[in-house]
T-cell receptor
Framework: GAVVSQHPSRVICKSGTSVKIECRSL??????MFWYRQFPKQSLMLMAT?????????EQGVEKDKFLINHASLTLSTLTVTSAHPEDSSFYIC????????????????FGPGTRLTVL | SQQGEEDPQALSIQEGENATMNCSYK?????LQWYRQNSGRGLVHLIL?????REKHSGRLRVTLDTSKKSSSLLITASRAADTASYFC????????????FGAGTQVVVTP
């Protein structure tokens, strides 16, 4: 199956610093990538949808200036948590989807292994 | 927003037993997917069932979909200790262009 990687897997940073998380599709070109956030023992909350070459679409309540997303190529999307605070500590997961069938609908998302962010 | 509601929230069974978990959703969907997550890891796609399908099998997994009741079930037969994980259903709403909406998940523990 398609493989998606994330880097780093874990990061600890001081409050006020910015952290960049990379999401790569290793063996396919992903037209769309998604970023999720997951708190302990909770479900995944979609943060934003990222399309290569265009601005990301953020879900309601997600600050676009706080969570900067860049989808510079068909295999790489980055999420930068700017001026991180302890409440930003979470598990961030990306996914990449293959181009959909006729009609443009994507069918399956391939998930990265996640990045554990701890802000002190 | 979360669309799927799953029950039970937690399930503890012994090896060899079957595990059944249910998912309900609120809006019309394009398809429904089930994922598995081991603790602290990413998600693994298990199975996708389209809105015009009623049942699907994959190995020891059986998924049903009842669009009239807006519900789905995942059955794991002859469970193994390695099946211990959290299981999430996720719907692709009909107008969402592929965005997944996840349920709260069911934590399954299979004891040897």
């Amino acid at each position: 199956g398609a493989v998606v990687s994330q880097h780093p897997s874990r990061v600890i940073c001081k409050s006020g610093t910015s952290v960049k998380i990379e999401c790569r599709s290793l063996d396919f070109q992903a037209t769309t990538m998604f970023w999720y956030r997951q708190f302990p023992k909770q479900s995944l909350m979609l943060m934003a949808t990222s399309n290569e070459g265009s601005k990301a679409t953020y879900e309601q309540g997600v600050e676009k200036d706080k969570f900067l997303i860049n989808h510079a190529s068909l295999t790489l999307s980055t999420l930068t948590v700017t001026s991180a605070h302890p409440e930003d500590s979470s598990f961030y997961i990306c996914s990449a989807s293959l181009p959909g069938l006729a009609g443009g609908l994507v069918n399956e998302q391939f998930f990265g292994p996640g990045t554990r962010l701890t802000v002190l | 927003s979360q669309q799927g509601e799953e029950d039970p929230q937690a399930l503890s069974i012994q090896e060899g037993e079957n595990a059944t978990m249910n998912c309900s959703y609120k809006t019309s969907i394009n398809n429904l997917q089930w994922y598995r997550q081991n603790s602290g890891r990413g998600l693994v796609h298990l199975i996708l069932i389209r809105s015009n399908e009623r049942e699907k099998h994959s190995g020891r997994l059986r998924v049903t979909l009842d669009t009239s009741k807006k519900s789905s079930s995942l059955l794991i037969t002859a469970s193994r200790a390695a099946d211990t994980a959290s299981y999430f259903c996720a719907t692709v709403p009909a107008d969402s262009w592929g965005k997944l909406q996840f349920g709260a998940g069911t934590q399954v523990v299979v004891t040897p």
